[in-house]
């Protein structure tokens, strides 16, 4: 007997142990791709859709008017041709023919102009990048004229990103629409195996007009905002992709994960009082300069990012239009330098300036305070707290501060940072010369508007507006079985630049 | 009883409004940001100040107070400000997950640190020196590294259990019991050693009472003087140190869930804290405050129950 109930204990375990292991096993599945998301998603209304990490979750679902290769080029996607108008007024767009939403409703004219005019109407994070559209012209079923309040050299990306995402109008606006998204995009979200904060599931949208370019059955995406939760799911076969640091690199290659990077933060000094009115000191151009050569940026590249990234001298990306090959080395770190221009503006004694001190940089704060000393400048620390932060910077409370600002588009940092009424501006300072160069590079078009865009950014190098330290490596993780094209300017790879390994 | 009762539930809701009172200023006196937060850098002032208004934030802290408890206690508590998902679905979806984590956490505590208490407690001697060698240690080990090496070691290593995630048991006994085994067992480690030590020094007292020898001396077998006598005598002290400890698992749950990417409470918790989402973070406060006074309730109750001496003061 007691041979019979050892027999059937063992039984049972193995049956249970058989049961379990398809519920316990990896997520080995080639056909799916598994990403972990450093956030959460926000929300599915295209109102109020981001870019940066959360593009991972809103991309499967609702397709894009165009599309940005890797590379930032603008493609024909849902519009299929794209052309503007001899002083870039009007941008005409003819429409892809035949393409559905996921609840039955046809993709054409007057669902872009319910779009373009819902995302921005929203008052959303991103609605200033359909902002320079002043109506939507219906001119057939298949062909819509944007017509712009002048010329928007952003609008084209723009179209690749959340200003060209679109829903099925019938969501526009609707309280559903933030949970269930209805597009036209290569997957569908699965509510029955979605829960916000859990896991959003989507699988493939068999009508998809394009279903080449995603080439993976499912899609799961899984918020994970713990880096070492992130690489342990990878390490252990849970999911295929996720953002990590450069810290991680030794761990992650060890573990035989692949590590893609790009460019896209770039951090230093904001010098936001160039009209000097709550420090002097600052609108002598001597003086910015200074800041620029006191820092040894090489030394922080090396022991802050453990190399994984570039020193800048300029605030645009390597790919920017803005980018100026000339200005590379304008700042090389040179304390002397910085000592004798501080002497010639007269401040060799130095100035005391308020700076705030927030956890996220406190590390920064000590290589700061040194190098500032080193100039007799005083920082008086100010503690801000966390969640208003931003909030206060951009109130222009302080006159210099440590930030990190993503380069995206030249056109996408002029307007971050370069006009009056611009956000990073903070003290919104007036400079009609350099608001004369954006304009020229605001009517241009080609080769002049490239040379335009760097005349405005060697303006703003070489007044200093900026102390730019450095670009940062975005680390972006791959299993062995995935494969993955890192996009330009986002912090993490778009759905569509996945692929099988094999 | 009943008396017993009310007056128990009485000092619950006078904690729970005091609590959340106290919340609500601190948590609202330093949301005058959230509107530029949620909008972003480029929205206007006028685009801030529009949604101050519609968020209420305009008004003063007092009517801002009045307006949210008003809705509060008809059961609306709003909208996160970072996903719109509203409060209650949001907490909904996520407090089922910690309970069945924390729940399970303190089944087994309560059943190994019991084991180990009075084993220590009836045989002494060396067994006793390891019990609490092993229970000093486990109180030493912080959960979080101990979460580490348990998911390095099951997970990464060995791959018998899933490194991070929550499968809800609805969907899978087994899924649940192996997403959950991991995050249990960091849990408990270093409740085990506490409660352990807590229900040895109750038995080892009651073991010393006059009335166990007088038992002993009638010839009542040790069995049923330990399980019939002992234990029933011993059971209030362990209540008390099972209720505190839940508590404490509640807490400890912020920091394992992160490790193991659980979709809890505690990551709800920390995610609305860090992005300023108040009217979430009113919600959990509310609701962790209910939990932990019903919690308290169910021992008052179930130590009036074993103690009748209780019932009378």
Redesign the interface.
């Known amino acids: 007997m007691n041979t019979f109930m050892r027999s059937a204990f063992m039984a049972v375990s193995l049956l ?1 142990l058989g ?2 292991a398809p ?2 096993a ?1 997520d080995d599945d080639a056909t799916t791709l598994s990403l ?1 998301s450093t956030v ?4 599915f ?1 295209v109102g ?1 859709l981001q870019i940066g990490h959360r593009v991972q979750y809103w991309m499967p679902v609702f397709d894009t008017l165009l599309v940005l290769d890797p590379k930032m080029n603008a493609q024909p996607n849902l519009a299929t041709e794209f052309t503007y108008n001899a002083d870039n007024t009007v941008l005409n767009l003819k429409l892809r023919e035949g393409v559905s939403f996921t609840d039955g409703a046809p993709f054409n004219a007057a669902a872009v102009k319910a779009n373009i005019e819902y995302i921005r109407d929203a ?6 990048m359909v902002g320079s559209v002043k109506d939507v012209e219906i001119v057939s079923d298949y062909e819509v004229n944007l017509v712009l309040n002048a010329p928007d050299p952003g609008l084209i990306g723009y179209l690749g990103m959340v200003g060209g995402a679109i829903a099925s109008p019938a969501t526009l606006g609707t309280e559903a629409s ?2 269930t998204p209805i597009g036209s995009g290569a997957y569908v979200l699965d509510a029955s195996e979605t ?5 959003y599931v989507y699988t493939r949208n068999a009508d998809y007009w394009n279903k080449d370019a995603y080439p993976f059955e499912k899609m799961v995406i ?5 880096l ?3 690489l ?2 990878l ?4 999911i295929d992709a996720a953002a990590a640091d450069a810290k991680s690199i030794a761990e992650a290659e060890g573990a035989g994960l692949t590590v893609n990077a790009t460019q896209v933060d770039w951090q230093g000094l904001i010098i936001a009082d160039r009209a000097g009115k709550s420090v002097p000191a600052l609108a002598d151009v001597r003086v910015r300069q200074a800041l620029n050569f006191a820092f040894d940026k090489e030394g922080l590249v090396k022991h802050l990012l453990l190399d994984r990234g570039a020193v800048i001298d300029q605030p645009f990306n390597l790919q920017s239009q803005a980018f100026d090959p000339s200005l590379v080395g304008t700042y090389a770190f040179n304390i002397d330098k910085a000592r004798e221009l501080m002497k010639e503006a007269g401040f060799e004694n130095g100035f005391t300036v308020k700076m705030p001190s927030t956890p996220a940089f406190a590390s920064y704060e000590p290589i700061i305070e040194q190098t500032l000393n080193q100039l007799n400048i005083t920082v008086e620390w100010e503690k801000v ?4 932060f ?3 910077l ?1 109130a222009g409370k302080y006159p210099l501060f440590l930030m990190s600002l993503a380069s995206q588009t030249a056109w996408m940092d002029f307007r ?1 940072f370069a006009f009056t009424e611009s ?2 501006n903070t003290s919104h300072v007036d400079d009609p010369a350099l608001a004369e160069l954006l304009k020229t590079a605001q009517l241009t078009t080609g080769e002049a508007q490239d040379e335009a865009m760097k005349a405005a950014n060697r303006y703003i190098t070489e007044n200093a507006f900026f102390a730019p330290w450095f670009m940062v490596d975005a680390i972006y993780l791959t299993d062995a079985g995935t494969k993955v094209d890192m996009q330009n300017q986002n912090i993490v790879p778009w759905p569509r630049n996945f692929a099988p390994a094999n | 009883m009943l008396g017993f009762l009310l007056r128990r539930l009485g000092a619950a809701a006078i904690l729970v409004f005091v609590l959340t009172s106290l919340t609500f200023v601190l948590v609202f006196s ?1 949301a ?3 509107a ?2 949620i ?5 206007s002032q006028e ?1 801030v100040d ?2 101050n208004r519609e968020l209420g934030l305009d008004q003063p802290l007092f009517v801002q107070y009045t307006t949210w408890l008003g809705k509060a206690v008809t059961g609306n508590l709003g909208k996160s400000w ?4 509203q409060v209650a679905s ?1 907490i909904a ?2 407090l089922p ?1 910690t309970l069945s984590m924390v729940i399970t956490a303190i089944t087994v505590m309560t059943i190994i640190s019991v084991l180990l208490g009075v084993a220590a407690a009836v045989y002494g001697g060396w067994l006793d020196r390891l019990i609490q060698f092993i229970s000093v240690l486990g109180f030493s080990l912080p959960n979080f590294w101990i979460a ?1 090496i348990l ?2 070691t099951f ?2 290593s060995l ?9 809800p048991l609805t969907r ?1 006994l ?2 649940w ?2 997403s959950l085994a991991l995050p249990v067992a960091a849990l408990v480690v270093g409740g085990i050693a506490s409660a352990a030590q807590q229900v040895r020094g109750a038995v080892i007292d009651v073991l010393e009472q006059d009335y166990i020898r007088t038992l002993r001396a009638r010839g009542v077998s040790p069995a049923s003087i330990l399980f019939r006598h002992a234990l029933r005598n011993a059971t209030p002290p362990a209540l008390t140190v099972l209720s505190l400890q839940f508590i404490a698992l509640l807490s400890g749950a912020v920091i394992i869930e ?4 659980i ?1 809890g409470m505690g ?2 918790t ?2 609305a804290s ?3 989402d108040t009217p979430v973070i009113m919600g959990i406060v509310i609701v962790l405050v209910l939990l932990v006074s019903l919690v308290n309730l169910l021992i008052d109750l179930a130590n009036a129950w074993v103690n009748p001496k209780v019932r009378l003061k």
Do not use: C, H
Not at chain 2, 82 to 85: A, L
């Open positions: 249970a049961q379990a519920v316990l990896q972990a959460d998603n926000n929300s209304d109020a008052a959303g994070q991103n609605s200033y933030a949970t829960v916000a904060g859990r896991q899984i918020p994970m905002n713990d070492s939760a992130r342990n799911a390490k252990s076969g849970q707290a966390a969640n208003a931003i909030a206060d951009l971050r956000p990073w | 330093s005058q940001n959230a530029r937060n909008l972003g850098e480029s929205a685009q529009a949604l970072t996903s719109n998902e949001a979806n996520r997950v580490l998911v390095l997970a990464v791959r018998w259990f899933p490194a991070t995630g929550y499968v899978s087994y899924g019991a192996g992160r490790v193991f990417a979709p990551s709800l920390v995610d860090l992005s300023g």
